[in-house]
């Protein structure tokens, strides 16, 4: 009898899932061949140099997806289901202030966590929950009667949550029962058919497009599969000249000649798609809505708080400088010039600096020339050459970049009383809603690169001090 690991189960999750979304919204393919294509010029141009950040056939494999729910109690069940595919909750984003649209929404990711997992298959989902208690976007009234809705409704079987605890408890599962979860876990993020209520989800759609995307409707579904990319600024230009509209700006840092840093994201316009709707006389008449869209994702080194620090002060300057002098420039080209003017050029700098994450390398020739003292520096090593630097992928997300998308999908504002004060969220509360630690990102980045510096050190037979 065959017995699927976590990985497996995880791979033929993404599999299944990509084909489902695929189906539901045929762009979705258009993005994934092109994005191969890219891909491939990419590595023929470039050789072994484009495999730095990932091996091609991870990159080209690699997806992340998102879905959005509607409470605690949701929550829990989601972190129950992901759980048996190896993906656990990593980090804390607050989209509800990240952007100037009304997006009610905080969220974490789940991912695998180490990296031999991650090379296995590194499929995420950013899993957002509707912040239905802030005040600033729902009144008491609306509070009670979404909270009343949600309550009622039933997202995941109680039998794919059994097998979900099942896969857990046994690391994996034999054959039939695999098979029987992976379909029960793919049925429940399909797009339903059930009519929706008209009058309610104006009612939220009124607040927010995204409020009335989770708790507007009986179910859940796959709001976007994202591929992974070398070069997407190239990707983007070919989605263009194939007529498919993308959103007015890649987001995230900017292209530049120096390393590419944490994650730069784009994605082609929501599309109008089919719904049915029950009217408030109960009949059902056919509309359509505009929420699931096709995102794509580029991967650059995961920052050091201190190198993220950094990235959040030029991210500011590059947002008083378009304040200063509206129109006289693209977000992108003033963010260019700052980056050249704040970020170091070189990932060797970087390294030096402390300011993204690492693992190391000996280089042997380099011992020879440079004899080492008892105990020596990181920075010491790095500069003779001895210690190598290879970057570590940003695996994570930045909720700047997420609201980004979100609003540049939106055919509305929304709206949000900022006379209100919102509701605390943070990683220890999202930590009580999905019933276990969701981890700091930081601390997993920390961990690879130290047990680098760890294995360094027992082969050189020295103290490496920082």
Known sequence: MTFLEPWELRAEFARRLSELYGNEVPAYNTLVDVSADVNRDFLQEHGADAERLGSISRVTAERHGAIRLGSPREMRQVTRIFAAFGMYPVGFYDLRDASSSAVPVVATAFRPLDSEELARNPFRVFTSMLAAQDPRFFTPELQHRLADFLDARELFSPQLLELADSATAQAGLPTADAARLLDLATQAFSLSTEPVDYEWYQTLEAISAVAADIGGVTSTHINHLTP??????DLYRRMQALGIEMISEIQGPPAWEGPDVLLRQTSFRALAETRSFRQSDGSVREGHLRVRFGE?????????????????????????LLAAAPGTATRVEVAREVWRRGLPVTELELARRGLAFFTFQMDDAALLAHPLAAAVTLAELIDSGIAVPL??????FLPRSAAGIFQSNLTDQGTKDEAQTGTDFDIERMSEIVGTTVLDPNTLYGRQQQASIDRLAAELHVVIER
């Open 228 to 233: 992974r990319v070398l070069d997407i600024d």
């Open 296 to 320: 794509v994702e580029a991967r650059g080194l995961a920052l050091t708080p201190a190198g993220r620090d950094l990235y959040d002060r030029l991210v500011a300057e590059v947002d008083e």
């Open 391 to 396: 970057p570590i992928v940003y695996e994570d």
